[in-house]
């Protein structure tokens, strides 16, 4: 996966920020940490110290590479010159990319899309601005969302200004309260450059006004908030489909209670939450509804979160009673998988805690399944469950069990064993390892599907960034004489000739298909990355570091 996924890192940093800038990371990625000087010399095709520079505050300023301190140095020996007590003072640091946070590029979109729909368009215009310049100042984003709104709404005016930054500064303090927005690690290429890297941890506490100090530093988006809360929506999307849109409407409520104390992606179980909040929770989103119609709240912008998740069939359902929302979470305490972890007491009083874990395997199984039904057909998905079931089996057991003919079954798991998705163990009964003294024994190595299915969709991915960029340098002259005559003019455009305009059409709808396409894949990618603590083994604690990112 890391060949793959470099690759398509690669591509997302050249579509972003050109080559040289693709360059550098896809080296860095490559030979691990680098000091300034070595970077310098392991580009391939070589780079001059100044662009070589400004592409590391490129990806410095867009998170993508962080910065680690040499540490303490220790005092230089008795007799060095200058030049040795300088480079033992003030060691080099090194650049160090960061692939993960290269392919949260991918999700952008959702990211922005997300925003709005939690916080209303004040929201996406402060993700996106954050999104494509890295990191900001409060008052630089501000500013610069500002502007945004007067020229998509053609007005100018001193009241609508004061307005639109209102509705901006109070969207900012509810992501950056939600974790969504946080404060950047700050250090400068020249810093770095010059073995003088410094690195401060600004935690910032909730937001007053904008006269506060919290306000101060760089802003950027907070990328595992938002992967948290995409995890949490596909568990939900996971329970509707398995149960009804009023249990979907329950373990919303549930993550919707529990999510904003969620601090990290491996988590194995939420906060406990009460039957009772999970009623006034619903009494409170029906006090919202009633009141998002008034003037005032929609001056505002107030109700930042929709509740149109709640509607079914273009209609809204009738309100859950305690007793129905009781039954549901006892209901889901006893279900296969478990979604949600019972505590002692009374059922109105006792503590829920979702299962994270539980609902994690269960959605990885069925997607796994998935993926095998379309490549070895519903009788490898069968084989497939039955191994995860019974651990290890013989070919004929298998065959059994599954009822499937033994001829078929044989055809079957050889096709899935020559493509990694099925083992054999051997089991000599002589020390003499004779075949036909041995027992050969059939498993899932289920960690090993996973890595194979995420390099798999990451390969496609990489693919289709292939083929937009092929169809781009082909049509190159085309594209540019479009975009220069759309810059003059509508009517310049219109000139341009019929089968120019049809092609220019076909090439925006391909790339649109494309991207709904990548985006539809990495909807799998987040599934199939979802690990937790309870399924993992625990490791030594990672020598503690500065990082930029």
């Known amino acids: 996966m890391a060949v793959v996924g470099i690759k398509l890192a690669a591509d997302l940093v050249k579509e972003h920020f050109g080559e040289h800038v693709a360059r550098v990371a896809e080296t860095l990625l490559l030979k691990g940490g680098l000091q300034f000087e070595l970077l310098g010399r392991a580009v391939p095709g070589g780079i001059g110290r100044d662009l070589l520079r400004q592409s590391l505050g490129v990806l410095v300023q867009h998170n993508c590479v962080y910065i680690e301190s040499a540490g303490t140095a220790p005092e230089p020996a008795e007799g060095a010159t200058a030049r040795e007590i300088a480079a033992i003072r003030d060691p080099p640091s090194k650049f160090h990319a960061s692939l993960p946070s290269i392919l949260q590029r991918i999700r952008f979109p959702k990211f922005a899309q997300c925003s709005k729909d939690m916080f209303g368009a004040s929201g996406e215009l402060i993700a996106d601005e954050l999104l494509a310049n890295g990191c900001q100042t409060y008052q630089q984003l501000v500013a610069r969302a500002v502007d945004v709104s007067a020229a998509v709404l ?296 996973i890595r194979l299915e995420c390099t798999e969709i990451y390969k496609s991915m990489h693919n289709l960034k292939l083929r937009t960029a092929h169809h781009n340098k082909t049509y190159a002259d085309l594209l540019q004489r479009a975009d220069e005559a759309s810059a003059l003019s509508r009517e310049a455009y219109d000139a341009l000739p019929e089968s120019d305009k049809r092609t220019i059409e076909q090439l925006q709808l391909m790339e649109q298909q494309i991207e709904l396409t990548v985006l539809r894949m990495d909807d799998s990618l987040l599934v199939l990355q979802t690990e937790n603590r309870a399924e993992k083994p625990q490791e030594a604690p990672a020598k503690k570091r500065k990082l930029l990112s």
């Open 154 to 449: 053609g007005s100018h005016l001193e009241n609508d200004e004061a307005r639109a930054r209102k509705r901006l500064s109070r969207a900012f303090r509810a992501m950056a309260k939600g974790n969504f927005i946080t404060k950047e690690l700050t250090c400068t290429a020249d810093e770095a450059e010059g073995g003088t890297a410094r690195i401060s941890n600004l935690n910032p506490n909730f937001l007053l006004n904008e006269e506060d100090k919290n306000l101060e530093g760089l802003w950027r988006v907070n990328y595992l908030r938002y992967n948290i809360h995409f995890r949490n929506e596909a568990c939900a999307k996971f329970v509707t489909e398995a149960y009804d849109e009023a249990a979907g409407r329950v373990i919303r409520a549930l993550f919707e209670i529990a999510e904003p104390f969620m601090r990290a992606y491996d988590e194995p179980s939420s906060s406990p939450v009460y039957a009772d909040a999970v009623a006034e929770h619903f009494a409170k989103k029906a006090k919202r509804r009633q009141a998002k119609g008034s003037a005032a709240a929609a001056d505002d912008d107030e109700a930042f979160q929709s509740d149109d998740d709640d509607m079914v069939g273009g209609q809204r359902p009738p309100e859950l009673s305690i007793e129905a929302i009781v039954k549901y979470l006892d209901t889901f305490s006893k279900a296969n998988p478990r979604i949600v972890t019972k505590g002692a007491g009374e059922p109105r009083t006792c503590p829920y805690e979702i299962d994270l874990a539980s609902i994690s395997r269960a959605m990885k199984q069925r997607l796994c399944e998935s993926i095998i039904t379309q490549k070895f057909g519903e009788l490898g998905a069968r084989i497939v469950r039955v191994l995860l079931a019974k651990k290890q089996l013989e070919q004929k057991k298998i065959a059994d069990i599954a009822m499937i003919p033994q001829k078929e079954a044989r055809e079957i798991m050889y096709k899935m064993i020559t493509a990694n998705y099925i083992r054999v163990q051997e089991v000599p009964k002589t020390a003499a390892h004779l075949p036909s003294m041995t027992i050969f024994l059939c498993y899932v190595p289920y960690d090993e599907v």
